[in-house]
């Protein structure tokens, strides 16, 4: 991935990292011991869900990877947050696709890939992951105040 935008970000996800390896199974580590800045894929196993590392916006190369048994058990997890930025189903079932795609609470849903994206597809996030929508044509919402006028010609 190469270095974050600064160190107080890349302070930011350290202290994920530090507080994961605390709470669940450090699988690969990104860190680099040269470069505090630089942060490579990361990720977690066996993490407790009400830990902050599954709950929070990292912003940075870090998964955690949770086990679930059910459909049922696997939106709980996935919708069980003030966040809803984006979600991936990875599945070679089509119906699957399209019952966990429509359940998830996220502005994007992902399916077999992850941040694909179209400049004229709308982009943004539910819950507190978004406040409208960048991209496309709605994108321009946040700049404009819309207006009705109502005027009688027979005056």
């Known amino acids: 991935m190469g270095t974050l935008i ?5 302070d930011s996800v350290h202290s994920f990292i530090r507080e994961g390896e605390s709470k669940g199974q450090l699988l690969l580590d990104g860190r680099n ?3 505090a800045a630089a942060i490579g894929p990361t990720i977690f196993v066996e993490v407790d869900p009400n830990a902050s ?6 912003f940075g190369p870090v998964l955690v ?3 679930f048994t059910s459909e049922e058990q696997a939106l709980q997890l996935a919708n069980d947050s003030q966040y809803g930025l984006g979600a991936a189903v990875w599945t070679r079932d089509l ?3 399209h019952r966990m795609s429509r359940r998830l609470k996220a502005g994007s849903v992902f399916v077999n890939n992850y941040n694909d994206g179209d400049m004229t597809v709308p982009f943004g996030g539910y819950k507190q992951s978004g406040n409208g929508r ?4 709605h994108a321009l919402e946040k700049f404009t105040e819309l207006k009705t006028i109502w005027i009688s010609l027979e005056a």
């Open 134 to 137: 960048d991209k496309s044509l």
């Open 53 to 58: 590392l599954s709950r929070e916006e990292i």
């Open 95 to 97: 119906s699957r696709a």
């Open 65 to 67: 990877v949770t086990r």
């Open 6 to 10: 600064d160190c107080a970000h890349a």
């Open 33 to 35: 011991a040269e470069l």
